[in-house]
């Protein structure tokens, strides 16, 4: 068993290997538990209690590695009974992606906005983790491409009802509504979600997504939305 901090909000400014061996790191709150500004880092095997905030927060680097983590968003229960009935959309990242090549393997991931989020990232692989009870589970914001998701248990991402979207609430295992370049979903379980995978960026192109067991979602298991647009002589592959 690991110590436990509390207040924490970690800046990472050079390459480090850090294996937790079980601590508990406490968020400070409406910070980042973890701020990564170096290349070639590793975190693992580390339990991460955001605190109204996001969990790990890698700020264009390269070459980073985050395995073998549970990443947690401290909220009040009070707002997580709110947020399990579907009438909050809770804040922050669980892992907030920016930069090249990026492993985020074999992580649990809950209670956030976004279990994962990427924005200006390039060649990210996401395998093996198990991201529940998010309103997003990996959302696809500006400037991505080259995202592998493999693997992964996806669901229970609840959503929040009260708000008035043509597409349905949020609460979607994969949303694609910002980028949608070079993506492979591949046999993933995407289960219980509002909307289990959703695809609405223009100029789409080389998205796979085979092998998945999609069940059980409120609205559809897959759609490609009105502003899904693929590029000229792209294809989408769907074969689930």
Known sequence: ????????????NKSVLF??????L???????AITINADATVIKNTKIN???GSGIALNNVKNTVIENNAINNKASKSNIDIHDSDEVLL???GIDVSGE??????????NFKNGIF????DTTTIKENTITKNNFGIEFDANV????????NISKQLGWITFDMFEGPYGYGISARHSGVNINILDNLINENYMGIFLDSKNSSGIVITGNEIRDSIIEGSIANENYTPATGATLIVEN
Do not use: F, H, R, V
Request: proline fraction near 2%; charged fraction near 20%; hydrophobic fraction near 25%.
């Open 101 to 110: 090549n990026t492993k985020i393997i074999g992580n649990t991931i809950s």
């Open 145 to 152: 491409k080259n995202t592998d998701i493999i693997e992964n």
């Open 26 to 32: 406490n968020a400070k709150l409406d910070s980042p």
């Open 1 to 12: 068993m690991g110590s436990e901090y509390s207040d924490i909000s970690l800046n990472i």
């Open 91 to 93: 804040k922050g990242n």
């Open 50 to 52: 955001a605190n109204n």
């Open 19 to 24: 294996n937790g061996n079980g601590t508990t």
């Open 118 to 121: 990427l924005k200006n990232a």
